[in-house]
């Protein structure tokens, strides 16, 4: 079974400045996919980035960027620029898509605070 | 775009009541998820269909039954409710499988559902 680890439970950052939130997992998979998902105080998931496995160049999109490390089964996320909106529940979460196998495995989760 | 429907938004029950949540996918995803998410806890996986075919299980209780019908939507079937049953479940959906973004999920905006 795959497990996913956020060992971080809380991170403060400055408005405009840098954060990464951390993440690894556990898998004897070989083909695989990392996702990060927001969770504002709506409570709505959102996708906000995601990772192939056997793809080695980290994933970004606009602010956002990963650190795919897949020897050390770590996979950070990397948010510049921090923007009050950022502020939310960041989940990070492993896929198995082969077969039926496609459900998502989610960590426990790190609370975002950005400090105006 | 489309997205993911959900109803009711909000459910209040009595504990060994019922209750019926809907999925409606996005159109054209052929695979529906149920996650349940419990007060601070991360998203768990319950239950996935694709083609109206249960595809895959997780820790959903005996109780709950779920299935998929010949338009996609698909209803999550809870009975006995206990307390701790009151959680945000989510419905996910995905493209069909010659989609580029197969293993993508797009979440509903969840269910809360409160047992008193």
């Known amino acids: 079974a795959q497990t996913v680890t956020q060992s971080q439970p809380e991170m403060s950052v400055q408005e405009a400045e840098t954060v990464t939130l951390s993440c690894t997992y556990d898998?004897?998979?070989?083909?695989?996919?990392l996702f990060w998902y927001k969770q504002p105080p709506s409570r709505q998931m959102i996708l906000v980035i995601r990772?192939?496995?056997?793809?080695?160049q980290n994933a970004t999109e606009n602010r956002f960027s990963v650190n795919f490390q897949k020897a050390a089964k770590s996979f950070s996320l990397k948010i510049s620029d921090s923007q009050l909106g950022d502020t939310a529940m960041y989940f990070c979460?492993?896929?198995?898509?082969?077969?039926?196998?496609?459900?998502?495995?989610f960590g426990k989760g790190i609370t975002l605070s950005v400090r105006p | 775009a489309a997205g993911v429907i959900q109803s009711p938004r909000h459910l209040i029950k009595e504990k060994r009541e019922t209750a019926t949540l809907k999925c409606y996918p996005i159109?054209?995803?052929?695979?529906v998820y149920w996650y349940q998410q419990g007060p601070g806890q991360d998203p768990q996986f319950l239950i996935s269909?694709?083609?109206?075919?249960?595809?895959d299980k997780g820790s959903i209780p005996d109780r709950f039954s779920a299935q998929q019908f010949s338009d996609y939507h698909s209803e999550l079937n809870m009975s006995s409710l206990e307390l701790g049953d009151s959680a945000l479940y989510f419905c996910?959906?995905?493209?069909?499988?010659?989609?580029?973004?197969?293993?993508?999920?797009?979440f509903g905006p969840g269910t809360r559902l409160t047992v008193l």
């Open positions: 979460a492993f896929m198995n898509p082969t077969g039926a196998n496609s459900k998502l495995t």
């Open positions: 990772q192939e496995a056997y793809k080695q």
């Open positions: 269909f694709y083609e109206k075919m249960q595809s």
């Open positions: 898998t004897s998979e070989n083909n695989y996919y």
């Open positions: 159109p054209r995803h052929d695979t």
């Open positions: 996910a959906s995905s493209p069909q499988r010659r989609s580029t973004n197969r293993n993508e999920q797009f």
